[in-house]
């Protein structure tokens, strides 16, 4: 799958070993910085602008990574198209993808550990859109909400 992943200074720490996890595992790896440790960065820099290929279907999905992750969900969703959440568990993973049709997981890098990071990633990778009559519905309404912002 081809992916884009983001953090900011504070995500840093947990994008880089997730970054090798992902290549690991055979993903095509978009990465839209931060490509070094700078404390005067900004989330949005580049959580943004992955979340604008995704939503244009440059990169399949993405993960973003701050510090409590809610920042980064916060900027991925001002960009229509993309249906980000913050995550910190396997089950949120899967869901939001399976009823939801999330395409841009957030991480907090400061809440959750690599070894759960890592999990919940790939149940989110892993999961597929249900297209269930109920979730098409609600879909279609935050899709048609997204088209009255534009």
Not at 36 to 53: K, Q
Not at 112 to 134: H, M, N, P, T
């Amino acid at each position: 799958m081809r992916l884009g992943i983001a953090a900011d200074h504070a995500g840093f720490i947990l994008k880089q070993p997730l970054a090798d996890l992902l290549r690991q595992a055979g993903h095509e790896l978009v990465d839209f910085g931060a490509l070094s440790l700078n404390s005067g960065d900004d989330y949005p820099d580049f959580v943004i602008p992955m979340a604008r290929a995704v939503a244009a279907g440059q990169v399949e999905r993405g993960v973003a990574v701050c510090g409590s992750g809610v920042g980064a969900t916060v900027a991925a969703n001002k960009v229509v198209g993309a249906r980000a959440a913050l995550i910190m568990d396997t089950f949120s993973a899967r869901q939001g993808v399976e009823d939801d049709d999330m395409n841009v997981i957030c991480l907090g890098a400061r809440i959750v550990g690599s070894a759960l990071a890592w999990e919940v990633v790939q149940a989110f990778l892993a999961a597929k859109y249900s297209g269930a009559e109920r979730h098409a519905r609600r879909l279609a309404k935050v899709i048609a909400a997204e088209r009255e912002m534009r």
